[in-house]
């Protein structure tokens, strides 16, 4: 039976389920992240736009409405100075140009103007610089009627005075726009620390993840060698007892041909013989017990090939290299195959069941040498080294073919009988570069000798 | 390796690398403002080698051995970084173009060796041979004063253009008395009542009177007795920045048309007592026929007085896009030119400025506004080490497309000890290869002319009646140059010499259209431009190799309209108001 009684060679537990799991909870970790980032992001941008951008560009409506006033504050103490040729109505345009500007900058700074400012602030502003400009036109409309005097002085209690008092108020803005974009910097720094601690926590999380994985895949990995190689032993087990199997069912049919068909052959040849000498010399019955007994002759011969064949008896009784002294003829016979038998070494006795393996991969070879190579010649080199057998056969012909990984069962069994040898096999081509095959085999000498 | 160390002898290896990055320089301000105009760059810099023209400098050969004199003691006083201008006139009316060049004198107590010595006005008649003849003595013009700028206009219609020279304290006004002399006539114009440090200045006929009227630049509120000391490294006095004076409102002056002026700087809301003027130039920059101002101010915001028709004027510098830089900064205007450089009908126009702030050339929108394509085209960062000061559009190579020449020079002469910008700084000229990209060719036109100088003043003229148009440049405490303009490549040119009638005599603000194979250029008579200085008033059409146009139509300041069609290139025809046109010969 080829069902294994070890409860521990059972499937292990596939990994697929933790990966896939640990793959679920990295997915949802990134996307988690990913979405928390986004938000902050946003949050950042919109602190930004809203605040920060926003702020910025009122402050520079602020710097313009303050540089305004200040060309306005300038023009009026030119005004005062009263060094210039010209009447105070001079300088309407000037002012008429700062008005335009200014109203410009005001529009575009209510638009800008941050969220914190208050309606009092804004109506403040508004109102002054509306009676500035009341002012103003009121001290033109002096200076046109020719009261200078009255203008100036007009200037100088009243125009200056609202012209500073704006500023006093621009400049506050300004600062609120300073102190709101400390604040906006701080809450953006804190986003910025907040941001930085998640991604320390999400990258502790995700080396833990990968270490996790890491160290179950690892398990999972050994598992499944440890398995893997539970079934190479089992296959090759199951492989050498198929050999054995077969190497005693053939021995023991070869035995039994030998034993059992060639004794009544050899009895029933005998018996012919006996009962030919009875009959009448030159009589037709005598010609026919001899033609039968040649036929029990020939058959005991053929059962005799056979047993050989299929066992070659001759193995446990006068060894491998007389076997191979008689399987050598007997394959150029058969197949025509020339083969150049060496010998080297000191020869040592190899025990029946070795001997069997050891023949059976010269079989195999020179048999793959007959049907694959396309040549007719091949050599057998035995070299019985101190510690080792070494055997190799060879043939110059096609060779293996390129790119063919799979085994027949021919090559597979030369493998199997090698490990039963406790020593290797190898293939390979006679020198680099040239055609043909070797096949070594190397067998440790205490096995050859010490089996069963 | 300076610009200084070039010259004549550079080798042409290094002239077609330099023309290369020159060229790579325009190729990418072009490309950013049309990307299709690769192939047009390939051009600029196949032909750079050979401009088609080379400036040979005839200074001493024409006689010119004015020297300027700013009357440094070592009191590091203002005035004396700006001066002073020049001009290209016909003083005598014989139809070749005489210059007057404006000197300063020196400060009241530090009258320098020799003492004999008089540091007047130089005036140099044209002797139609190349050469000119001092003839300041004999014109009544060798009078010492602290000059600045000059203005040339005939304001009393009588046919010989008088002389504006502004000055530090009282301008001048001196009337040409059609006998190759001239007269003071300031206290008696009315002019007198008004002192101040005065710069460029120009005539023109801003409510379309036939009477030439008068704008004058002022700079800022100094006087010798008023100096602020200033410093650079805390102890030794050095040349203050505007910002340490008040400004000082420009004036206008209205033509009376009997000899006097009346000051309508306050009703025509010129006045500005925030300006720190020194350039002005003449335009009519929304097409009404109506002769507008733009004024540069140094630190201040330009202004841009738009005519209201009606003896006013409005400043719509912000909404036109022209008093500030892009960035929105207020920059250092200095000289400033109008030019139709893009022959697109709309004058666009050139502003210099101080080092680190780029020449802004803006090309005029439909709408009426400036676009300051001063990077894409090229301008902005060759000029952007250069303190720029005189400016002018002309066509120098006649190929049909207006040229623009600046010359630089710093206004503090330890300035290289402090940041290593120089104090004499090379002249530029930036030729037009179309679509907008311009490229500096000063180092190829030979004749020393891209050595560095302390330039101020800058003019053309065709004083070689050859043309085309050569320039006069000056520099501040050393020589004038005169470059005579050589073309090399054929091309051609028309010349017109308007006289008006019922206009102005010197026809000022008349403007010019000429068409030719679906083609047209554009000018304007005018006063004023580039910086102190005035060019020439005949005005100059390049036409390549074409010889001869298919109309011409004149807009004369009175509101008359003519057209002259067929003309030959190759000569000045002169235009008299409803009086047709007459041929001359040659130029």
Redesign the interface.
């Known amino acids: 039976m080829l069902r294994s009684p070890d409860s521990k060679l059972r499937a292990p537990k596939t990994p697929s389920r933790g990966l896939f799991l640990g793959l679920i909870i990295t997915l949802a970790a990134v996307i988690s992240y990913s979405g928390y980032i986004t938000r902050q992001i946003s949050g950042l941008r919109e602190l930004q736009n809203n605040l920060v951008d926003r702020n910025r560009k009122d402050s520079l409506q602020l710097l313009r409405i303050q540089n305004d006033l200040n060309?306005l504050g300038?023009?009026m103490r030119?005004m005062l100075d009263n060094d210039?040729?010209?009447?105070l109505?001079?300088?309407s345009?000037?002012f008429e140009?700062v008005h335009t500007?200014l109203d410009d900058a005001l529009r575009r700074e209510q638009q800008l103007a941050p969220m914190n400012r208050t309606v009092a602030q804004e109506q403040y502003l508004e109102n002054s610089v509306s009676q500035f400009w009341d002012a103003a036109n009121r001290i033109f409309v002096l200076a046109g009627n020719s009261r200078q005097d009255e203008a100036r002085t007009q200037i100088r209690i009243s125009l200056r005075a609202r012209q500073e008092a704006m500023s006093t108020v621009v400049s506050r803005l300004l600062v609120q726009n300073n102190e709101g974009e400390e604040q906006a910097a701080d809450r953006i720094a804190q986003i910025y620390g907040r941001v930085q601690r998640q991604v320390y926590l999400f990258l502790t999380a995700t080396l833990l993840a990968i270490l996790f994985t890491s160290l179950y895949l690892i398990r999972s990995n050994r598992q499944l060698f440890a398995r893997l190689a539970t079934l190479s032993e089992q296959r090759s087990e199951l492989a050498q007892k198929l050999i054995s199997t077969q190497e005693s069912t053939l021995r023991h049919i070869s035995r039994e041909l030998h034993d059992e068909f060639g004794q009544i052959l050899t009895a029933v040849g005998a018996m012919l013989t006996r009962a030919g000498k009875h009959a009448p010399e030159g009589s037709a019955l005598r010609a026919e017990l001899r033609e039968v007994c040649e036929i029990a002759q020939d058959s005991l011969e053929k059962v005799r090939s056979l047993s050989q064949a299929l066992h070659p008896v001759m193995l446990e009784e006068t060894g491998l290299e007389s076997t191979l002294d008689w399987y050598l003829p007997v394959l150029e016979r058969q197949a025509g195959l020339h083969v150049f038998y060496e010998k080297s070494g000191i020869s040592f006795p190899i025990d029946g069941e070795s001997a069997i393996h050891v023949y059976r991969v010269v079989q195999e070879a020179l048999n793959n040498v007959t049907r694959h190579s396309g040549v007719t010649q091949a050599w057998l080199r035995l070299q019985f080294l101190e510690d080792a057998l070494v055997v190799e056969v060879e043939d110059h012909g096609k060779g293996f073919e390129s790119g063919v990984t799979k085994q027949g069962i021919g090559l597979v069994a030369m493998r199997e009988r090698a490990e039963l040898l406790g020593g290797d096999i190898e293939f390979a081509h006679p020198e680099k570069g040239s055609t043909g095959t070797t096949v070594r085999l190397r067998a440790q000498r205490e096995r050859l000798v010490s089996h069963g | 390796m300076s610009r200084s160390g070039r010259g004549k002898s550079v080798g042409s290896h290094e002239l077609s690398r330099r023309a290369f990055l020159n060229a790579g320089i325009a190729s990418l301000g072009s490309t950013l403002l049309l990307p299709h105009l690769f192939s047009n760059s390939l051009h600029a810099e196949s032909s750079a080698l050979n401009p088609g023209f080379r400036f040979a400098d005839v200074t001493a050969q024409a006689g010119i051995r004015f020297r300027h004199n700013n009357g440094a003691y070592g009191g590091k006083l203002l005035p004396e970084t700006l001066g002073a201008g020049c001009a290209f006139l016909d003083y005598d009316r014989d139809g070749w173009q005489d210059i007057l060049l404006v000197n300063s004198s020196d400060w009241p107590g530090h009258k320098r060796e020799p003492k004999s010595e008089t540091n007047s006005l130089a005036l140099y008649r044209n002797n139609r041979n190349g050469t000119f003849t001092d003839v300041t003595r004999s014109a009544g013009l060798d009078v010492e004063m602290y000059g600045m700028g000059v203005a040339v206009g005939d304001y009393d219609n009588d046919g010989f253009p008088d002389i504006l020279i502004t000055c530090v304290g009282q301008n001048r006004l001196f009337k040409n008395t059609g006998k190759g002399t001239f007269i003071d006539v300031t206290n008696a114009s009315g002019l007198a009542?008004?002192q101040a440090m005065s710069t460029s200045a120009l005539w023109f006929d801003f409510d379309r009177d036939g009477l030439l009227d008068l704008f004058v630049c002022n700079y800022v509120r100094w006087s010798p007795d008023h100096d602020v000391f200033c410093s650079l490294d805390g102890k030794r006095k050095s040349y203050c920045t505007p910002e340490a004076y008040?400004g000082e409102?420009c004036w206008l002056f209205h033509n009376r048309g009997n000899g006097t002026f009346e000051?309508i700087?306050?009703?025509s809301?010129?006045?500005?007592?925030?300006s720190k003027s020194l350039g002005v130039a003449m335009l009519d920059y929304d097409r009404d026929g109506w002769p507008d101002l733009l004024v540069t101010n140094d630190t201040q915001p330009n202004k841009l007085y738009k005519n209201q028709r009606n003896g006013t004027f409005?400043?719509a510098a912000?909404d036109a896009g022209i008093a500030f830089s892009t960035e929105g900064r207020a920059r250092a205007g200095m000289g400033v030119d109008v030019g139709d450089f893009d022959n697109s009908g709309k004058m666009g126009v050139a502003i210099t400025n101080f080092h680190n702030e780029m020449t802004g050339l803006y090309r005029a929108s439909d709408g009426g506004g400036f676009a300051d394509v001063a990077l894409q085209s090229g301008v902005g960062l060759a000029s952007k080490d250069k303190l720029g000061f005189g400016c002018v559009f002309f066509d120098a190579d006649l190929d049909g497309l207006l040229d623009l020449a600046v010359v630089n020079g710093h206004i503090d002469d330890t300035v290289r000890n402090v940041n290593g910008a120089g104090y004499a700084q090379p002249p530029q000229l930036f030729l037009n290869r179309r679509r907008g990209a311009f490229l500096d060719v000063a180092a190829e036109l030979a004749g020393g002319f891209n050595q560095p100088k302390v330039g101020r003043g800058l003019a053309y003229g065709d004083f070689d009646r050859d043309g085309d148009q050569d320039l006069l440049i000056t520099t501040n405490n050393g020589p004038a140059y005169l470059y005579r303009n050589d073309q090399s490549s054929g091309n051609r040119s028309i010349r017109f010499r308007l006289v008006g009638t019922k206009s102005n005599r010197d026809a000022i603000g008349a403007s010019l259209k000429i068409f030719y194979g679906g083609s047209n250029q554009s000018r304007m008579v005018k006063g004023g431009s580039s910086y102190l200085s005035q060019s020439e008033l005949p005005v100059t059409f390049g036409l390549g190799k074409l010889d001869r146009i298919d109309r011409l139509v004149i807009s004369w300041p009175s509101g008359v309209t003519e057209e002259f069609k067929n003309l030959a290139a190759g000569r000045t025809y002169e235009c008299v108001e409803t009086k047709g046109i007459s041929p001359e010969q040659g130029f």
């Open positions: 060309s300038l023009a030119d210039e040729p010209y009447p109505t001079a300088w345009a000037q140009r500007d | 009542a008004r008040r409102t000051d700087t306050a009703s809301g010129i006045f500005d007592s925030s409005k400043d912000v």
